[in-house]
């Protein structure tokens, strides 16, 4: 497996994670900007290529990327994953950008199915330097913590022998709810995102909609649960579920309409 080999201070790598899972962001400029906001690995190519842009025009970014199979705690020097990912650190100019080149390693992978990775890509700013004249103390310098962003994004690995087509997965959802809980299985061999689910209380266009409280993913052969936000009870026979997927170009489909199974 591929192991990564950290060249940033930990203390950056542990104010980026706190960064991710929701701690209160100091003001602060992320600049880094990836291609695409999700990444398809085909099982026949040798490698993809990811291009990370520095969209300040006037600084600097160290940047460090890796790949985690899901657990966001995951550091670079815990990294895990079939995959090498080369720059792993590297510098990106003012309006510059970088190719990451990621390799499949051929250890083996579920053929019947998609899996599922990260990207990981943490961007350090430069320390902002003082005015002219001011007067800083040397342990101040010693003791300054620059706030790191870290971007994650999908990177699905899908074997070549998979049947059917990714864009055809979303019609073959089946969906159920049970008081205040809608539930989705997909049959396919294909992840399905979203970017926004509902139920509505008939086919006219003034029906009443009940919203999910989240958004998210389900996997192949799997089911997910959503949370309306409010209990539905014995849902009318017109009751339809509203739904937009995101497709493999990081675009949302036009809304599409499925009726509820028993």
Not at 131 to 157: C, M, S, W, Y
Not at 160 to 189: C, D, F, I, M, Y
Request: charged fraction near 20%.
């Amino acid at each position: 497996m591929f192991r990564f080999s950290s060249r940033l201070p930990r203390c950056l790598v542990y104010a980026a994670l706190g960064l991710a899972i929701g701690a209160p962001l100091l003001p602060a400029q992320a600049g880094v900007i990836i291609s695409g906001t999700r990444q398809v690995y085909p099982e026949q190519r040798r490698e993809i290529t990811v291009r990370v842009t520095n969209d300040d025009k006037h600084a600097p970014r160290l940047v460090q990327a890796w790949l985690d199979a899901g657990d966001a705690s995951v550091t670079a020097e815990q990294s895990d994953v079939p995959f090498s990912l080369t720059p792993p650190v590297f510098r990106v100019d003012p309006g510059k950008s970088q190719a990451m080149r990621l390799a499949y390693t051929r250890e083996p992978l579920p053929k019947d199915k998609e899996s599922v990775f990260w990207l990981n890509v943490l961007e350090v700013p430069p320390l902002v330097s003082p005015p002219p004249g001011a007067a800083q103390d040397e342990e101040d310098n010693l003791n300054h913590l620059r706030f790191a962003f870290r971007i994650r994004t999908k990177v699905f690995f899908r074997p070549q022998s998979l049947p059917g087509k990714p864009e055809e997965a979303p019609a073959q959802l089946r969906w159920s709810v049970q008081g205040s809980t809608l539930k989705v299985h997909n049959p396919s061999a294909y992840h399905v995102s979203f970017n926004e689910v509902a139920v509505a209380l008939g086919t006219h266009e003034g029906a009443k909609v009940i919203q999910t409280a989240q958004q998210g993913m389900v996997a192949p052969f799997t089911s997910l649960e959503f949370a309306l936000t409010s209990a539905l009870g014995a849902p009318p026979a017109q009751a339809r579920v509203q739904f937009k997927y995101i497709d493999d170009f990081g675009g949302f489909s036009a809304m599409q309409q499925a009726p509820l199974n028993p």
